[in-house]
């Protein structure tokens, strides 16, 4: 199977993981994994692509265990040799009137939205591919927030140079400082979903900076997106775009043709670069 192409989405059985899993399937040319870490829920999703007529495959994936992170890992490289596409979409968000201390919340958040993602990206980061493809979900949010950050605290989440694991010991400070109470005395903005999504994009740029330092020459791009203000269980009924509609810039990215160089390590909203 070393021939065939493969997809994963992240997070895959609704709203806009399940999006683009439909939308890779009608056009990526090869098989397409949709995940989700309850296996009832994500076969459940891969029957109502069936019924559109569409053949994902199902892979259980818990990003936020390890062990499960490398099953998907060692399934993929005895398969496939590899991967191709790789969509990091799984994510979480409070709800704006949740009565959870914030100080929880923002250790959820990031343990999900942030951690997880970097376990997922250090495991399967290995395996693409020549000329593969990664995205990682970000948000919109990440950039609104980034603004909300002191001065000192944008400068170096802005820098060419940060690294990762003093990103790390910035989201975990981030985290430190919610359950102290003093996050925005010390510069934070109150929003756990927006500065997982911070380290989210900064992770991609760190990323991206580090493929081209490692693997030059092999055609790998890596970015962050946002998919828009999605009607989903995450955002709600009333926002403005259909989970159809949010996928567009994922797939986008997903099947940048072989040979284009850009856009590269970057934060992309309606196809288009928001300047970090």
Partial sequence: M???RVAVVTGGNKGVGLAIVRALCKQFQGDVYLTARNPKLGEEAVKTLNNEGLSPL??????NDLTSIRCLRDFLKEKYGGLDVLINNAGIAFKGDDKTPFGTQAEVTL?????ATRDICNELLPIIKPNGRVVNVSSIYSHINLLRCSPELQEILCSDTITEDELVKLMEKFVEDA?????????????AY???KIGVTVLSRIQARQLKETRKGEGIILNA?????VRTDMAGPNAEKSPDEGAVTPV???L????????YGQLVSDKKVIPW
Avoid: E, M, R
């Avoid at 343990?111 to 951690?115: G, L, M």
């Avoid at 359950?179 to 929003?191: E, F, I, R």
């Fill in 2 to 4: 070393s021939g065939v």
């Fill in 252 to 254: 986008y990215l997903a």
């Fill in 225 to 229: 997106c946002c998919p828009g203000i």
């Fill in 58 to 63: 199902f892979h259980q994936l818990d990003i």
């Fill in 111 to 115: 343990k999900t939205n942030f951690s």
């Fill in 256 to 263: 940048l043709p072989t040979g284009v160089d850009s856009p």
């Fill in 194 to 196: 927006g500065v997982s």
């Fill in 179 to 191: 359950k102290n109470g003093v996050h925005q005395k010390s510069g934070w903005p109150h929003s």
